[in-house]
C-alpha cells in the first residue's frame, strides 16, 4: 500500500499526516506513559530524601521534612517506604517533629497505605503532652481503623483521651473509636465517656460521639444496646440537658435530634435481631 502524503478526505492534522494521525493515540499513551514513570522515578527520589532527612541533626530539617511526607501523602504519593521513619519520628525530641509525622502517618492511612507496624508507637503517643501529636495519633488510628486495622490496642488509652481538655484530642479520640466499632472491635469500655460527650461544648465531638455510640448500637449484641440506652437516659436526665432545654438552645436541639436517631437506630437493631431468633 502506498504511503500517503495527504489525504483530501480529511481536514487539519488527518488531512495533511493521515498516517501519523492514525498513529497518534498509541504515541500519546506511550508519552503519558513515560512522563508518569519519570515522575514516579523522581518522587521516589524525593521521597527518599525526606526520609533521610527524617533523621537529620537539625530539627528544622527533620519538620521540614515529615511535613513534606504529609503532603506526599496527600497527593496521592506512595510514602509507604516511609513509615519505618515516620513512626520513629514519633519518638522525636522536638514536638512539631512528631506532630508532623503523627499527621504524616494519619494521611498515609487515610490514602490507604498500610500502617499496622506503626499501631504500638501511635498508641503510645496518645499519651504525648503536646495535644497536636495527642490529636494526630488519634486521627491517624481512626483512619487505621477505617482502613480494616486492627487498633484494638488503643482503646483503653483512645478512652481516655475522650475527656482531654482539648477539644480536637476529644474528637479524633470519638472518631477512632467509631470507626473502630464500626469494624466490630468491642469498645464497651468507651460507652460511659462517650455518653458524657453528648454534651459537649462542641458541635463536632457531639457528631462523632453519637456516631460512635450508633455504631456501638448496630454492631454490639443486645447488651451492648442497653448499655447504650441506659446512658442515654442518664444523660436525658442531667442536669446539663435541662438546663439547655429551659434555654432551648441550639445545643438542645442537636443533643435531642442526635439521641432521637440513637433511639430510632437502636431499635431498628433489635427488631432485626428479633427477627433473627
Excluded at 496521592?76 to 514519633?90: F, K, M, Q, R
Excluded at 522525636?92 to 504524616?104: I, W
Excluded at 450508633?214 to 448499655?227: I, M, P, Q, T, Y
Aim: with cysteine; proline share 2%; net charge neutral.
Amino acid at each position: 500500500m502506498a504511503f500517503m502524503i495527504n489525504d483530501k478526505s480529511k481536514t487539519g492534522f488527518a488531512r495533511h499526516c493521515p498516517a501519523f494521525a492514525k498513529a497518534y493515540p498509541a504515541f500519546a499513551k506511550a508519552c503519558d506513559r513515560m512522563v508518569e514513570t519519570i515522575r514516579k522515578g523522581f518522587e521516589t527520589r524525593k521521597i527518599g530524601k525526606m526520609i533521610s532527612d527524617l533523621n537529620d541533626a537539625d530539627r528544622s530539617c527533620r519538620m521540614r521534612a515529615a511535613g513534606a511526607l504529609w503532603k506526599a501523602a496527600e497527593d496521592g504519593n506512595d510514602v509507604s517506604s516511609a513509615i519505618s521513619a515516620l513512626t520513629e519520628a514519633l519518638a522525636d525530641e522536638n514536638a512539631t517533629v512528631r506532630e508532623n509525622a503523627a499527621l504524616a502517618l494519619a494521611k498515609a492511612a487515610e490514602k490507604g497505605i498500610n500502617v499496622r507496624s506503626a499501631i504500638p508507637e501511635l498508641t503510645k503517643a496518645l499519651a504525648d503532652l503536646d495535644a497536636d501529636v495527642r490529636g494526630n495519633s488519634a486521627l491517624a488510628l481512626g483512619n487505621a481503623a477505617e482502613k480494616g486495622t486492627d487498633i484494638t490496642a488503643a482503646i483503653s488509652p483512645l478512652t481516655n483521651l475522650l475527656s482531654d481538655p482539648n477539644e480536637n484530642v476529644r474528637l479524633y479520640a470519638a472518631f477512632a473509636l467509631g470507626n473502630a466499632a464500626e469494624k466490630g472491635t468491642d469498645i464497651a469500655q468507651s460507652v460511659t465517656a462517650l455518653a458524657n460527650l453528648l454534651s459537649d461544648p462542641n458541635a463536632d465531638v457531639r457528631k462523632y460521639a453519637s456516631e460512635a455510640f450508633c455504631n456501638v448500637a448496630l454492631k454490639g449484641d443486645h447488651e451492648a444496646r442497653v448499655s447504650v440506652v441506659s446512658q442515654i437516659m442518664q444523660f436525658l436526665h442531667s442536669g446539663l440537658f435541662k438546663a439547655e432545654a429551659e434555654r432551648n438552645s441550639v445545643a438542645f436541639v442537636q443533643m435531642t435530634t442526635q439521641c432521637a436517631r440513637l433511639m430510632q437506630e437502636i431499635e431498628k437493631a433489635e427488631k432485626k435481631q428479633r427477627e433473627t431468633i
